[in-house]
């Protein structure tokens, strides 16, 4: 079983949506799939821009926002689908929209506090992932969408959770394990989870890669791919430099490293779950797949 996750940028739009479908179906013939899923390109910028303008009480921004979102998943649904499956896919998407709406015409008038901008801000991965998992479904492959913020369990340091090991293990073994025993590809919300208490959370930016990582560690997984918009790990960003070196391996220590020193291509917090089990990292490009990425090791 391995584990991947693509992020934002490769699930920019139907095109990627598709492109990624096709590498997730190149390994799917071979080995059992967890995929973990960000939000599409910009979302999560916007989502906290709609805080920031309920913070100062702009209700009406916050909710034409929102509804500019909306709009924007619908069209990448329907621009690869328009079988039944798509419209099931709608009411979901606008399901969770009118959830978030009703939130934010509850909250107008009060204090904006970190829990309720992580209640907000979560609704990236929740409107990305059952897009994603019916491109799959599509495409051939049975799966299945799931909100981290039912098996994702964290403290409650919201806006930077971390994830708590023994109870997310309990959540995983019940909902995903069984999923995956029966060849459905779990199609994961990253970057949230949950307090004991219920509470959204988030676990940083950039945290979808946190939570493939303990995923992969509490799943046990052969590996973790990261699917990325570069061809690896180079020892400077690859767009701002032409002279960009990329390293073929890397040792855990080093990556983490470089990606707390300022490197983006990872968040630096996901390098300890995977270590913990000695669980290798493969950093692959989306849009060259067949290129020879990073490998992140002992
Ligand atoms: N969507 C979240 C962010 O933009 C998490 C992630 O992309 O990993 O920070
Ligand atoms: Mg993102």
Request: proline residues 4%; contains cysteine; aromatic residues 8%.
């Amino acid at each position: 079983m391995i584990v991947m996750k693509f992020g934002g940028a490769s699930l920019s739009t139907s095109d990627g949506i598709l492109k990624a479908c096709r590498i997730i179906k190149k390994y799917w013939r071979e080995e059992k799939i967890v995929l973990v899923v960000s939000a599409m390109k910009g979302i999560t910028d916007k989502l906290f821009l709609v805080s920031e303008y309920l913070k100062k009480n702009n209700i009406k921004e916050a909710l034409k926002l929102i509804e500019d979102i909306k709009r924007s998943h619908i069209k990448a649904l329907y621009e690869f689908d328009f079988r039944p499956q798509a419209v099931k896919t709608e009411s979901e998407i606008i399901n969770l929209i009118s959830r978030l709406t009703n939130f934010i015409n509850n909250i107008s008038q009060k204090r904006i506090t970190p829990a309720r901008v992580d209640f907000i801000v979560s609704f990236g991965e929740r409107l990305s992932c059952p897009i994603v998992a019916n491109a799959l479904e599509m495409n051939g492959m049975p799966a299945h969408p799931i909100d981290a913020s039912h098996i994702m369990a964290t403290n409650n340091d919201f806006g930077n959770a971390i994830p708590l090991y023994k109870k997310s293990q309990h959540h995983i073994n019940e909902i995903l394990v069984p999923l995956i025993n029966n060849n459905i590809i779990p199609v994961v919300t990253g970057y949230i989870g949950f307090t004991h208490d219920g509470c959204s959370t988030t676990l940083g930016r950039g945290g979808s890669d946190l939570s493939a990582s303990y995923l992969a560690n509490l799943l046990g997984a052969k590996a973790l791919y990261l699917w990325k918009d570069v061809k690896g790990f180079y020892d400077v960003d690859p767009n701002k430099n032409k002279n960009a070196k990329k390293f073929m391996k890397l040792s855990y220590k080093k990556a983490k490293a470089l990606a707390k020193k300022g490197a983006k291509i990872i968040y630096y917090k996901a390098i300890e779950p995977v270590k913990n089990k000695n669980i290798p990292i493969y950093i692959k490009s989306f849009i060259d797949p067949e290129e020879i990425g990073t490998t992140v090791g002992k």
